[in-house]
């Protein structure tokens, strides 16, 4: 899980859910410059030659923290680059000069195929440090929970606030922040395209990291279900012109 910031190309990258972003985060710090700079990576990031975590405190961003001479319980509670970070978040933590001359990007995936694909993960258990969070809603009462709004209703469905898929990683009260986004349907499309709106050249990516097998699906969905999703990410399609 993890945010770019990328202050010498003037870079942002905003890791939204299920949208194959493992790969393409590995592949901006592995093979471009975008990934140069300031980011915090998953617990996983070793086995692929990368460190963990890299400059991730706001100290680090800008220097107007004292955050090495702070205790451990104080600096814990300081701002830092998170996995999964909102574009608000990111907001808050950057020079208003910065965010206004970054280049903002994030990821994107049909969200009727994104928020099936989420449920699936919230599904499985990969280990035990897993078992207890596994969810075993059918997917069209969790579904129908994620875009209620209802906390109530989601955590009794245990399933995840649909919002937290792809809206806070675009927009900001509503307003489109993004400047560019990388199509989970066609990446490679999508780096010619980043390539050349950063002047950073992107090669292209061989494989999805955490590709999961393939399904459709369409065939998980009623209709009300569909057309009630469709409606929750109205704002998303409208621009993307995804459809079911």
Not at 34 to 57: E, H, Q, V
Not at 117 to 125: C, D, L, P
Request: aromatic share 14%; charged share 30%; hydrophobic share 40%.
């Amino acid at each position: 899980n993890m945010t770019i910031i990328n202050r010498k190309k003037k870079f942002i990258f905003l890791k939204p859910r299920k949208t194959a972003g493992t790969s393409i985060e590995l592949h901006l710090l592995k093979n471009t410059e975008l990934g140069s700079d300031l980011y915090r990576t998953s617990r996983g990031a070793k086995k692929y030659g990368l460190n963990r975590n890299y400059k991730w405190s706001v100290f680090n961003i800008f220097d107007f923290y004292f955050y090495l001479n702070l205790p451990g319980t104080i600096r814990n509670k300081m701002p830092m680059i998170r996995g999964h970070m909102p574009a608000s978040d990111v907001k808050k933590i950057v020079k208003k000069e910065f965010w206004e001359e970054a280049t903002i990007v994030s990821a994107l995936r049909n969200p009727w195929d994104n928020l099936f694909s989420y449920w699936r993960w919230n599904t499985r258990v990969k280990d035990d440090r897993l078992a207890d969070k596994q969810v075993k809603t059918p997917f069209e009462e969790w579904a129908w929970a994620a875009i209620s709004k209802d906390e109530k209703k989601i955590k009794e469905a245990k399933a995840k606030d649909a919002s937290n898929l792809l809206h806070k990683f675009l927009f900001i009260e509503g307003e489109l922040v993004t400047d560019f986004c990388i199509r989970f349907e066609n990446i490679n499309e999508s780096f010619k395209k980043l390539s050349e709106l950063t002047g950073v050249e992107i090669p292209p990516l061989a494989i999805h990291e955490k590709k999961t097998p393939v399904y459709d699906y369409r065939k998980y969905y009623s209709d009300s279900l569909a057309e009630a999703v469709g409606e929750f990410f109205s704002d998303i399609i409208n621009f993307t012109g995804y459809s079911f």
